[in-house]
Structures are given as structure tokens and as C-alpha cells.
């Protein structure tokens, strides 16, 4: 099991600049997490998807920021244009939510730095 | 909605000593709840969750943790800890697996 794949691991770039961060999810899981950690506000939710679907972005801060989830085996947290107040740490979670109650796997994070 | 309360942000102990980190949670509902840890520059691993049934909880690292309803408290424990113990501890709950709330987090500093 590799677990949850982010990609890439560190992002330097100048605000106003498009911004992907991507992820893999655990194979069979079929609930993903978008979860963003900052000093001063801890971890948000940003948005989740069940079955590929997006259920909840109500976390999700502007129209800058949007998520796609095209297949089980991939999900693209987009910001567009970025901005210096976008600096933190993305996450990206998943879960199996078929039968047992699964908790949450999280990755190894994206950490975004806005100039 | 839930909410929790991570009342210690951090927690300095010296090492083989006994430590308690601190959750108390809102919720309407029954909740499931939940402790993670966080290692420097990682994701967030999961320690020990309560379900249902004994209301104490045996997790990895030999931490474990107990459920009291009635002061809707989640307390997470370990007699004797280690260096590695080191790191940052979210308590977590969710209602229905769906929307899970987690604390503002607890460092642990074991001290030598």
C-alpha cells in the first residue's frame, strides 16, 4: 500500500501564478479530502468527494480556488491567480467508506509558498 | 455541528514521565472520535480511534485513550514516553464519516 500521493512536495511561486497540486488516493478508497494547515487557522476542510463527486466545497475560501476529481485515482486542488495569503500546507485525504467505517489517510503534503 | 477543543498548545515533558493531552468536543449527536499525530513536515497518522463499545482505547506507540461521555472528553495518555514521542497531536471528530473536525493540535516535547 503507498498510500496517499501528493504531488509535488514543495511549490515556490509569484503571486498571481496558476497553481496545481495534485493526488493519488489509496486504491479503493472512494471518499477524497482536500485539507489546507496554516498557524493561525489550524486544519480547514476545503472540499470533499464521494465517488468522484464533489459533495461539500463550502470550506473552499474564493472562485480562485477549485478542485476536480476526474477519476478514482486522481484529484487537482487548482488556485488561480494565487496569492501570498495562499501560503500553507495542502493535504490531501482519503477514505473507504464502503462497509466499515474507515478513517482518514493523509499524505505528506504540498507546501505552497507565494511570493 | 461539532466542534473541539484542544485546551494545551503545547506540552513539554521530560522523557519517560507520563503524559495526558487534552480534547473536549461539542457535538448533538454521537461522534466518532479520533487521534492523530503529525511528525516534522509529514501527514497527519492515525493513533487510536473510538467506534463504539469499551470506552478505552489502545492505540499505536502505546498511547491510549478514553472516551467519557458525560464530560465529552477524549484524553489521550501514555505512561511513559519516549523522545520519538515527539510531535504534534490532533484530536478529531466525526458524526458520520463524512465531515471530520479536528483540533488546533498539541506539541508534545519530550525533553531528555
Known amino acids: 500500500d503507498a498510500g496517499v500521493i501528493q504531488s509535488p512536495r514543495h511549490e515556490v511561486t509569484e503571486m498571481g501564478q496558476e497553481v496545481t497540486l495534485r493526488c493519488k488516493p489509496i486504491s479503493g478508497h472512494n471518499s477524497l479530502f482536500w485539507y489546507r494547515q496554516t498557524m493561525m487557522r489550524g486544519l480547514e476542510l476545503l472540499i470533499y468527494?464521494?465517488?468522484?463527486?464533489?459533495?461539500?466545497d463550502s470550506g473552499m475560501p474564493e472562485d480562485r480556488f477549485s478542485a476536480k476529481m476526474p477519476n478514482a485515482s486522481f484529484s487537482t486542488l487548482k488556485i488561480q491567480p494565487s496569492e501570498p495569503r495562499d501560503s500553507a500546507v495542502y493535504f490531501c485525504?482519503?477514505?473507504?467508506?464502503?462497509?466499515?467505517?474507515?478513517?482518514?489517510?493523509f499524505g505528506n503534503g504540498t507546501r505552497l509558498t507565494v511570493t | 455541528a461539532q466542534s473541539v477543543t484542544q485546551l494545551d498548545s503545547q506540552v513539554p515533558v521530560f522523557e519517560e514521565a507520563p503524559v495526558e493531552l487534552r480534547c473536549n468536543y461539542s457535538s448533538s449527536v454521537s461522534v466518532y472520535l479520533f487521534w492523530y499525530v503529525q511528525y516534522p513536515n509529514q501527514g497527519l497518522q492515525l493513533l487510536l480511534k473510538y467506534l463504539s463499545g469499551s470506552t478505552l482505547v489502545k492505540g499505536i506507540n502505546g498511547f491510549e485513550a478514553e472516551f467519557n461521555k458525560s464530560q465529552t472528553s477524549f484524553h489521550l495518555r501514555k505512561p511513559s514516553v519516549h523522545i520519538s514521542d515527539t510531535a504534534e497531536y490532533f484530536c478529531a471528530v466525526s458524526r458520520n464519516f463524512n465531515k471530520f473536525y479536528f483540533g488546533s493540535g498539541t506539541k508534545l516535547n519530550v525533553k531528555p
Open positions: 468527494f464521494n465517488n468522484n463527486v464533489p459533495i461539500d
Open positions: 485525504a482519503s477514505s473507504n467508506r464502503r462497509g466499515n467505517n474507515s478513517p482518514l489517510h
